[in-house]
């Protein structure tokens, strides 16, 4: 049998998960309301936050899983990406822990380990599939032929689409954070109400710049003429940002899916919570025979239920790093 711990703490979440051969029987996760007053998650709160959270965090983790710490075999952590003083609080506890129990350390890509929450539940892709990553901090097509065998084939040049979301929110005088507000908003409204631009960039590859560019600069040309503007049209407002968003994703990940030929199609990442994209990515895997791969909601944000997943792949394989690892703010997916 084998038990693994996984610590996640990239951003503003302090999670901590139990994986047991493969099966996740927990999944804890201690958010962060300091950073809504903010406007955005300020790094040196959400380091002080991971201190106070991840001992409870992962007492609470081992204690639903009805385990004790003497039984874990190894810890799996976020490496990176993230912001260092977040990464260095989750890494220098797990480097603790595995140092105290003499056991092995693991280490894991957080954007890898989104797409491997795709293997915590069934139904579970199959070898190659694509991977269309998108979250706060990145925007990405991601060819995946083994666990840790993963091609990057497309993305973003400038912003995230997770970002597109939050700066929009910001325009629109949403409060932190926004992608939600405005997906909820967004299902009232008339997403063919205001015509926003699809950049045209070459290959795989996604911006999000422009488009941000646009929203802000129709924003204010509508307040001049109505001050009222946001309050009269906030949910077609929503709608029709939410809309040319998804299109861009998915008309690059249908463009991949021709090119390779691959069709096993998934989504992973905070913006793989948004119900217009799920909606969106469904009805094009009907249209062109795809086998659509979405995770929980729980799994799409950031969450150590992946991070574990990931660990006990590894740990299968026997991939161990000693106690000199350091956490990498840049980290790309494909290791």
């Known amino acids: 049998m084998a038990v693994i711990l996984g610590i996640e703490s990239s951003c503003d979440e302090t999670s901590a998960s139990i994986c047991i051969d493969g099966e996740i029987r927990s999944n804890i996760i201690a958010t962060q309301a300091i950073h809504a007053k903010y406007g955005?998650?300020?790094?040196?709160l959400a380091s002080r936050a991971h201190q106070q959270n991840i001992i409870p965090t992962v007492d609470q983790?081992?204690?639903?899983?009805?385990?004790?710490?003497?039984?874990v075999d190894a810890v799996a952590f976020t490496r990176g990406p993230?912001?260092?003083?977040?990464l260095l609080v989750g890494t220098s506890f797990a480097k603790s822990f595995a140092l105290a129990r003499q056991?092995?350390?693991i280490e894991v890509n957080h954007m890898q380990a989104h797409i491997l929450a795709h293997f915590i539940d069934e139904p579970k892709p199959n070898f190659p599939f694509l991977c269309l990553t998108v979250s706060g901090g990145h925007t990405q097509i991601v060819l995946v032929k083994d666990y840790f065998d993963m091609e990057l084939i497309g993305q973003t040049l400038d912003d995230a689409a997770g970002e597109a979301f939050d700066k929009t929110a910001k325009i629109l005088n949403l409060p932190y954070p926004?992608?939600?507000?405005?997906?909820?908003?967004?299902?009232q409204g008339d997403s063919k109400?205001?015509?926003?631009?699809?950049?045209?960039?070459?290959?795989?590859?996604?911006?999000?710049?422009?488009l941000k560019t646009?929203?802000?600069?129709?924003?204010?040309?509508?307040?001049?003429?109505?001050?009222s503007f946001l309050d009269d049209h906030l949910y077609d407002l929503c709608a029709s940002v939410q809309d040319r968003i998804v299109s861009i994703l998915l008309n690059k990940l249908r463009k991949a899916a021709k090119i390779t030929g691959v069709k096993d199609v998934a989504i992973a990442g905070g913006v793989s919570a948004n119900s217009g994209l799920r909606k969106s990515l469904y009805e094009m895997g009907e249209k062109y025979k795809w086998k659509v791969f979405i995770p929980k909601f729980e799994y799409c944000t950031d969450n150590a239920a992946m991070i574990a997943i990931a660990g006990y792949h590894k740990y299968l394989k026997g991939e161990f790093v000693e106690q000199d690892i350091a956490p990498l703010a840049r980290l790309n997916v494909v290791g």
């Open 40 to 44: 955005g998650v300020v790094p040196e």
């Open 178 to 187: 926004g992608g939600p507000l405005i997906d909820k908003y967004a299902q």
């Open 103 to 105: 056991i092995p350390l």
């Open 61 to 71: 983790a081992i204690q639903q899983a009805k385990i004790t710490k003497n039984d």
């Open 82 to 86: 993230g912001l260092l003083g977040s």
């Open 193 to 210: 109400a205001f015509a926003l631009p699809e950049p045209n960039i070459p290959d795989l590859n996604f911006s999000f710049s422009g």
């Open 214 to 227: 646009a929203i802000l600069y129709l924003v204010q040309g509508e307040l001049k003429k109505n001050p």
